[in-house]
């Protein structure tokens, strides 16, 4: 990028902290934070999908469907060149609403599914991803979809870890071209001015353990719930969002293992059904026992399969379909 600014992508599964650690590195006075931008999830990765497919099938599909497209009128440097120069606006008008920072931390979770438009778009970008126990996001996320975030929270276990394993790949994938540090959020919570200080090393940010310390006094979440953050709005939401808050609910308890209170066994199986596995691989558990006995998962494999396989046959039908499952004839 053409701007002094340099650039720190925060990103992680929904409910898994970030807006805590966002709001701790905001803080500093080298760092702005500006609200979720959406900019990679909503705009510089469709864009980058666009152009890639415009080109699928290779020599053969060109011609096959003729020459047509942005490809007859750009080189990839020059489409490349666009979208920086919009990742370069956005970053110095970020830097612009705090005078006199050197850094903008971008915090949007669902910028862990780009890694393909920041690696074209921000080579240089630095990633940070905070990676929380899947089953206290899933939770954290269930309750959201109870209360305040009903317009986007998963409703269903299954579809909560879903979100959760797809945004965890999704940002690892970030490793492969950009400098990336993986944090556990529970690492956060237990020994934070350590984990904190590596964050603000890893984004060449100069602070001492006091620092750090006074940091994680300054933004527990009982303050942050109360309105105390650092994060600032500018654009077309300048003197209208007012001072910044979230939702009623927006915080939670922020601890770990509370998903435990509230599973019954089938959430267990559903979860290690669907993201089991990746539970396992980031070491939250030695193996998929959590759950239940191996004799136990695989009969609950083999209704999720008959469940599928009895969706999959109603649909096929049609209205009929629909009227069989309500039980009418």
Same mark, same amino acid.
């Given at each position: ?163 959760? @394993?797809?945004? *965890?790949?999704?940002? =690892?994938?970030? $490793?492969?071209?950009?400098?990336? &540090?993986?944090? +556990?959020?529970?690492? #956060? ?111 609950? @494999?083999?209704? *999720?399969?008959?469940? =599928?396989?009895? $969706?999959?046959?109603?649909?096929? &039908?049609?209205? +009929?379909?629909?009227? #069989? ?5």
């Amino acid at each position: 990028m053409s701007g002094s600014a340099r650039l720190v992508l925060l990103v992680g599964a929904p409910r898994s902290g970030t807006t805590w650690l966002q709001t701790m590195l905001g803080a500093h006075p080298d760092v702005a934070t500006p609200q979720e931008t959406d900019l990679f999830s909503r705009f510089l990765q469709p864009l980058h999908d666009s152009w890639t497919r415009e080109v699928r099938g290779g020599p053969d599909g060109w011609a096959k469907r003729r020459y047509k497209g942005l490809h007859s009128v750009l080189t990839d440097e020059e489409f490349i060149a666009i979208g920086r120069s919009m990742l370069e606006t956005v970053t110095d008008r970020a830097t612009a609403l705090k005078p006199g920072a050197t850094v903008v931390v971008e915090k949007t979770p669902s910028h862990s599914t780009c890694a393909p438009a920041i690696a074209a778009f921000a080579p240089d970008a630095i990633v940070v991803h905070l990676v929380r126990d899947g089953r206290d996001a899933a939770a954290s996320m269930l309750a959201a979809g109870r209360s305040w975030g009903g317009w986007w929270a998963p409703r269903t276990t299954a579809r909560a870890a879903a979100v959760w @394993a797809q945004h *965890v790949l999704g940002a =690892r994938d970030c $490793a492969a071209g950009n400098p990336y &540090l993986e944090l +556990r959020y529970e690492e #956060l919570r237990a020994d934070g001015p350590v984990a904190l200080r590596r964050v603000f090393e890893h984004c060449r940010i100069a602070t001492t353990p006091a620092e750090c310390a006074e940091l994680l006094d300054s933004f527990t979440l009982d303050r942050m719930a109360a309105g105390d953050g650092s994060i600032v709005i500018g654009g077309a939401f300048a003197g209208i969002a007012g001072e910044r808050s979230e939702p009623a609910g927006f915080f939670g308890a922020g601890g770990s293992g509370g998903w435990r209170d509230g599973w019954t066994a089938e959430d267990r199986l559903t979860f290690d059904a669907v993201a089991g596995d990746l539970l396992v691989d980031l070491g939250y558990e030695a193996d998929r026992t959590w759950a239940g006995t191996e004799a136990t998962r695989r009969r609950f @494999a083999r209704r *999720v399969m008959r469940r =599928r396989r009895r $969706a999959e046959f109603l649909g096929r &039908l049609g209205a +009929r379909g629909a009227a #069989l499952e309500r039980g009418l004839p």
